[in-house]
């Protein structure tokens, strides 16, 4: 089960916040619009989600910061970061990664 993660530079809100969920051959793309965003004890500014993803599915978040401010998403699946990617000042971000097959 993946978790997504998007960390910002400043500003209260993230806009335009969507991330897949799904199990099996069904994958759903949900749109939350605006999320507050949390701070963490280390500072950061923070939104996250845990939510199903079948293996082998595309896992996906995908957020834009309030204007001149970045973002970073992130997305972790079995503790391990399987990607990252920070975007420019005011821009949306994307993190877009096929889960990994389920170990045997």
Same mark, same amino acid.
């Given at each position: ?62 957020? =834009?910061?309030?204007?001149?401010? =970045? ?24 993190? =877009? ?8």
């Amino acid at each position: 089960m993946p978790t997504y993660i998007v960390t910002s530079n400043g500003g209260d809100l993230l806009n335009n916040v969507e991330y897949n969920t799904g199990q099996g051959d069904t994958l759903t793309r949900v749109h939350k619009g605006t999320q507050p965003l949390k701070q963490s004890s280390d500072g950061a500014k923070t939104w996250q989600t845990k939510v199903p993803v079948t293996a082998e599915r595309t896992a996906y978040v995908s957020a =834009t910061p309030q204007p001149g401010h =970045t973002a970073t998403c992130r997305i972790i699946l079995g503790g391990k970061q399987i990607i990252s990617q920070k975007g420019e000042p005011g821009t949306r971000v994307t993190c =877009t990664k096929t889960a990994p097959p389920m170990q045997k």
